[in-house]
């Protein structure tokens, strides 16, 4: 079970980790031959955003997460990405998703602290996904942070791949 509760907080720890945007490398320049040369700047990526894909993954997530303080557990499976769902059997995911949860108890609150927009995380293939962490207490937990990370699957609908307590 050990293994399995890794397998998704890896599938999750992988899409926390966003690529700095960086393509590639470049070598070093050659020195300048005059010392009043200024450096050249390095131009500094933009933050993606995708304000429609935000929006339609808060409403996957919101509507997964449902499942999961119902403890629908099977069903939360179901509704979780297609890539989740080949990396984890029914049977283990029920066994984990009741390992982490039910301990917390009952959910309290669950606030919106933040979203982010990525096409890439380490560990996990290219494709669209939406960061979204919460500030949520519950019973026996006072303090944590949810990260549920949404992704856009082949058949154009928003799917969790991933799902994080702290």
Same mark, same amino acid.
């Given at each position: 079970?050990?293994? @399995? @509760?890794?397998?998704?907080?890896? !599938? #999750? ?11 590639? +490398?470049?070598?070093?320049? $050659?020195?300048? #031959? ?9 131009? !500094?990526? $933009?933050? =993606?955003?995708?304000? *429609?894909? %935000?929006? #339609?993954?808060? *409403? ?5 997460? %449902?499942? !999961?303080?119902? $403890? ?5 499976? =179901? ?18 998703? =009741?390992? #982490?949860?039910?301990?917390? &108890? +009952?959910?309290?609150?669950? %606030? ?10 380490? &560990? ?6 939406? @960061? !979204? =962490?919460?500030?949520?207490?519950? %019973?026996?937990? *006072? ?13 154009? +609908? ?6 994080? @307590? +702290?």
């Amino acid at each position: 079970m050990r293994n @399995i @509760i890794s397998a998704l907080l890896l !599938i #999750a720890a992988a899409s926390l980790v966003i690529s700095s945007g960086c393509k590639s +490398k470049k070598p070093p320049a $050659e020195p300048q #031959a005059k010392a009043t040369a200024e450096p050249q700047a390095k131009p !500094i990526p $933009e933050p =993606q955003t995708n304000p *429609e894909a %935000e929006k #339609a993954a808060k *409403e996957s997530a919101k509507a997964w997460l %449902e499942l !999961i303080d119902a $403890e629908k557990y099977d069903q939360s499976q =179901q509704e979780a990405a297609l890539y989740v769902r080949n990396l984890v059997t029914k049977d283990d995911w029920q066994r984990s998703m =009741q390992g #982490a949860r039910q301990p917390l &108890g +009952k959910l309290v609150s669950r %606030e919106l602290k933040s979203t982010r927009y990525t096409t890439s995380a380490p &560990g996990a293939p290219d494709g669209q996904y939406v @960061i !979204i =962490q919460y500030n949520t207490s519950f %019973e026996n937990k *006072e303090s944590a942070v949810e990260t549920v990370t949404p992704m856009l699957d082949d058949d154009g +609908k928003w799917r969790v791949s991933g799902y994080y @307590i +702290k």
